[in-house]
C-alpha cells in the first residue's frame, strides 16, 4: 500500500488509538456497502486518505493494529464468502506515477533475476472482479471475488451480463475472470427504470454493478456488460488445455478469451497490447489515459502485468496482491459533494437549460463548480433535490456532470427542485412539451433580453423601457433589434398600444433621445458582444476612443487592449463584425460613437507603446492557473482569474507546457502542479500570486 502515498490532496493525522479504531471501523463499513450494495458513504479519494491514515499509524504502532483493520487485505476483508476459489482472486497494488512504475518494475525484475521480457497493458476497468466457470462450454456458476479465496455464488445474475455468454464457442471446461460494470449508457437506464421502480438511483455506475450483481428477484433486469482479463483451468478441465493455459503468456489467453466468445478490451478503443520496454508501457499509460474521458464505460487505472506465464510464476503472489502485476492508478474523476441550487439559462434559440450549482469540488484538475443537468426530464429521472450529496464525474475537457444523489446521505433537510413557471430571461410562458424546454417566444425570448439588457441602467438607461414594455413591443411586431428603437419605432405606434397614453409614450420618446447622448463605452456594452460586459466595454472604448477605430482593429490590434487576450481577442473581433448592420444603423440613428476624452491609439506602422499592455507585473509571462484559490483571491472564479492575469499584462493559459513562465497553485492542485515541477517551472501560492498582482486587486 506504499504507493497510496501520492493521490490524495489533503493527508490526516490519527491522533489516538480511539481516532483509529474509528476509523478501522469507517473503513470497513464503508468497504462492505461498496462491495456488496453500492451504498458507501466515501467515495474512492475520501476511503483512500482513511486507509492510508490507517496505515500510517499502525507502521507507527506496530502492536496496536486491529484485526479487522483493511490494510493489507482483499476488499478491505469486509466481505466474505461461502464459494472456494481454485486459485485465490486478489486486488492489485497501485502506483501513481512514471517513478513509482519504474521503481515497481524494477523491483519486480530484482525479484525475478531476469528482465520482463514483456509487459501486457490493459484498461484497469471500474467495476467489480467476477469468476465465470464454464463447464463443457455452458455457464454453470458465477461467484465474486469476496475476500479473495471464497466468494459468493451471483448465478443468478447470468444472462443479463453481456460479454458473457451462455454457451461458449468449444465445449471447454475452465474459468474465465473478468469485470463485470455498466456502461456509462446501462447506467442512465438502470437508474431510470430503478427510479419508476421507486428506487433510489446508485451513485455511480460501479455502485450499480455492485447492487445489481447481488440483487435477487427484482421487477426488472438491468443490462450489464462483462470484460474478461483471466483464463484459468478448473478441477474438471481436460489435461492438455489446462497445461496450455497454465503455459501460455497473457496475451495469448486474451486472444483465446475473445475467440471463446467472450467479450475483452480488445473490442474497445483501449485494446490491451503487449510492449516490451518501460518506456513503450509509459507511452500507453498515457495514451490510454488521454483516451478515459471519450470511453463509453469507466476505468480507473491501468493494468501493468508481466505478459509471460515463466514470468509470472517466478515473482508469485502476495496475500493481497500478485507480484507481476500493478494498477497505474488515474487520478479521481468522481467525488461527492452537495448541490447548491439549479440556475436556468435560456439558449439563443429559447431552449432554458438547468444547470447545477456544485459546492466546489477539485476534480481531475480542476475546481467544478457547475455541472451539466441537460433537461428538467433529466432531473426528475436522477431524483436530484437541492442540498443533496452527488456524485459528480469530471474528466479531461468534458463538461462536469451528476451521476445521481448518495441518496442514502439524505438528511430530511433536502428541497424539491422547483422548475420554473415562467421564462427566466423574459417572462413568458414555456413550451414543455419537449424534453427540451423552450421559451414560447423562441428566438424572440433573446430579442426581448438582448433589448432589455440593452435599455438598462450601466447600459443606455432608458427610463420607462423595461421588461414588460419590451415584451409588448416585441410582441406588437413593433421591434426585433435594438436600432429599430431608434430608427423605426414612431410615436403613433407607441400610442397605439395598449396602458400607453400621451405623457408615457412622449415620457419613453425623450428617454430614447437621451439615450443617444450616452458615451461610446455605454453603447458597446448595450450591444452585448459576447465576451465583454461593462468594464471590458469601458476599456475596449477607452483605448479605441472611437467606435470606427474599435471595428478596424483585427484580432492583434484588440489584445492590445488591458485584458483581452489570444483567446477572447478573435470572438470580440467576430462578434462585431456580425453587429455590423446593427452598428451602421445606430450611427446613423444618431447614437455616439465616441468616448469622451479617449485619444486613439497611435497609427499602424508608428512604435508600439500601449503601456498598460507591455507594462504591469506579468509582462510577457505566460500563466496556468489550478487548484483553489485562497486568500484574497479566494472570491475569483478561474476567468476573473484569467483577466486579472491578463490586466497584469500577461497571457492566460489552461495547460502547462515548456512554455509557461508561471504556475500558480492553490489548494489541491494535482497533475498541472506535478508537471510543472517536472519541468522546473516556477510555482506561486495564491498568496505569493496576490502580492505580485497587489496593485490590480481592489
Ligand atoms: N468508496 C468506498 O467506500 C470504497 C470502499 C472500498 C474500496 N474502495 C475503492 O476500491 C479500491 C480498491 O479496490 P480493490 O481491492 O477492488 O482493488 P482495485 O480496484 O484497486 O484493483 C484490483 C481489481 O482491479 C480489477 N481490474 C480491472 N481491470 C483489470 C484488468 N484489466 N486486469 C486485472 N484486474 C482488473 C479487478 O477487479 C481487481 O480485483 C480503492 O481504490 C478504493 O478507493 C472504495
Ligand atoms: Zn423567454
Known sequence: MEGMTTTSAVPFVLPDAA???????????????????????LDDDAYD??????TV????????VLADSPSGKVAGGAVEGDVPHTVPMLSLDNVFSDEEFTTWSASLERRIGREVAS??????????????????GRLARLVTRGDGTAGEDVSHAAGTIEGLPAELTEPVTLEVRGEV????AQFEYANEVRTEHGGDPFANPRNAAAGTLRAKDRAYTVPMTFFGYGLLALPGTDEALAARLAEEAHGALMDRTAALGINTPASTDVPGVVLTSVEQVLERVEAIAALRADLPFGIDGIVVKADLAADQATAGSGTRAPRWAVAFKLPAVEKITRLLAVEWNVGRTGIIAPRAVLEPVE???STVTYATLHNPADITRRGLRLGDQVMVYKAGDIIPRIEAPVAHLRTGEEQEIVFPAECPQCGSGIDTSEQRWRCERGRNCHVVASISYAAGRDQ????????????????????ESLPDLFDRLTREQLLGLERMGE?????????LERAKTQPLSRVLCALGVRGTGRSMSRRIARHFATMDNIRAADAEAMQRVDGIGAEKAPVIVAELAELAAQIDRLAAAGLSMTEPGATPPPAEGTEETDAAADAGPLAGMKVVVTGAMTGPLEKLSRNQMNELIERAGGKSSGSVSKNTSLVVAGEGAGSKRAKAEDLGIRLATPDEFAEMVAGLLD
Open 503 to 511: 405623457t408615457s409614450t412622449d415620457n419613453l420618446m425623450a428617454a
Open 460 to 479: 443606455l438607461d432608458i427610463e420607462g423601457l423595461g421588461q414588460t414594455r419590451v415584451v409588448q413591443l416585441v410582441e406588437a411586431g413593433l421591434v
Open 19 to 41: 481516532a483509529y479504531a474509528q476509523a478501522v471501523a469507517d473503513a470497513r463499513r464503508a468497504s462492505a456497502a461498496y462491495y456488496e450494495g453500492g451504498t458507501s458513504t
Open 181 to 184: 460494470l455498466m456502461t456509462t
Open 57 to 64: 499509524y499502525e507502521t507507527e504502532h506496530p502492536d496496536e
Open 363 to 365: 476534480l481531475d484538475g
Open 49 to 54: 486518505r482513511l486507509v492510508r491514515a490507517i
Open 119 to 136: 509487459w501486457n497493458v490493459q484498461p484497469k476497468l471500474d467495476g467489480l472482479a467476477i469468476a465465470a466457470r464454464y463447464e463443457g
